[in-house]
Each structure stands twice: as C-alpha cells, then as structure tokens.
C-alpha cells in the first residue's frame, strides 16, 4: 500500500473510525501477498510516549530455540499499555475484515530489539500453534533501520516470496499463519537497532478471561 492514510488509530481515547477505502486496500494487499501494511496504527503522541517507556526499560536476551534470538523488554507498564491498545474490539473487526480469517478474540505478543552486528534474528518459521491466526508486528523504533526486512513465502514454494520494509514508526504489519506458510525477519545492517511489538492475534482465549490466568514464560497468559 502506498498511501499513508491510516486504516485505523490507536489513541490513548480509544480506536478512531475506520477509513473503508484503506481497509479494502489492504484486504486485497492480503488475499494477494498474505501480508499488508496499517500506515500509522498508533497515534504519534502515543508513539512517542511508548517510546520514552521503552527506552528506560530493562532487555534480557531470548532465545526461541533455533529459530530466533533477540533482545526481549521486561513485562512493564509500556507492555502493558501496548496489550490494552490492540485489545481494542474496533481493531479485532478490522484485522478479521483485512485477512478474513475469523473472529479472534485475543492478541498475546512482546517488545523485542534486534541490533545490529550480533546473533539476533528471526529464521524461517510458522508460529502455527495455540489457536494462533494472525500475526502482527508494530514498528516502535525512533530511527529507520537498515535490513530488517520481513518476508513470508509459500512452505512449498519457497521462492514465492512476499517482503515489506516496515520502517515507518508507528507502522504496522498484519501477515497470515498457516502451516503452508513460513515468515522470517531479515538480518539488521548499518547501525540503528529495530523494535517492535510482535505477536499473535488468536481464536482463543478471551483476552479479558486470560489477564485473570497467571502468565507463562512472561508473555502469554494462555
């Protein structure tokens, strides 16, 4: 998608209206690329204050088998604020109208870093479990980052590949999970560091049933 007009916001007050025109856009980015870009999903303001969090917040290392390493943020009040954003109903509609994959009723993800010139990375992978549909990944950096590049491509077809250059704070990326599919995050270059808010949109649990449940492993209720 070329435009910059958001589909939707995210305001400390809530979603704003959705823009109908976009959201047909990015429905059809979708069918065709399994993936579509939300121009500005968090309001700027928003933005900047997530950001000011973040930076005084503590990373450790994560490692996700063989598939991933990366910098993760501890579970914090910008976390948390970031889970009550995007659990915002107007926001399930409209990823369910983008990908057409249903109704979900929870979103579960984390803040992770990735620098330059270390082992951080994404391989080739699916994220197909625990009723995950959609994934989802909010670019909250300051800076434009070299490399990076998300890429999802047919499992059985691996030079089918889709790619999209999420550089723009504040930019989202909504990309389909199946088991015919595999997504990956490209190598950093240059010297500016890549943050995002990363994770999974799901048929279950309900988002509000699960903050009830004690976390596993820091990040997911369920």
């Known amino acids: 998608m070329s435009s910059r007009q958001p589909l939707l916001q995210l305001t400390r007050r809530g979603a704003t209206a959705r823009d109908e025109d976009a959201v047909r856009a990015a429905a059809g980015m ?14 700027p303001a928003l933005l900047t204050s997530l950001q000011d969090q973040i930076d005084r917040g503590a990373f450790f290392t994560k490692r996700h088998g063989t598939a991933a390493t990366e910098l993760c943020l501890e579970p914090d009040a910008a976390v948390a604020l970031l889970h009550f954003l995007v659990n915002d109903p107007a926001l399930y509609r409209l990823v369910e109208d983008v990908t057409g994959c249903g109704t979900v009723r929870c979103f ?28 989802m990944s909010i670019n909250l950096g300051r800076d434009a980052y070299e490399g990076g590049i998300f890429e999802i491509r047919e499992r059985d077809e691996p030079s089918t590949v889709a790619a999209i250059a999420n550089i723009v704070p504040g930019d989202t990326i909504l990309f389909r999970l199946s088991e015919a599919l595999e997504h990956r995050v490209t190598t950093l270059h240059g010297t500016a560091s890549k943050t995002a808010f990363a994770g999974w949109f799901r048929r279950e649990p309900d988002y509000w049933q699960a903050c009830r449940v004690p976390a596993r492993d820091g990040q997911d209720p369920a």
């Open 30 to 43: 979708f069918r065709q690329c399994h993936c579509a870009r939300l121009p500005s999903l968090l309001d």
């Open 108 to 135: 579960f993800g984390r803040v992770y870093r990735h620098v330059p010139g270390t082992d951080h990375h994404h391989a080739w992978h699916s994220d197909v479990t625990h009723n995950r549909v959609i994934g």
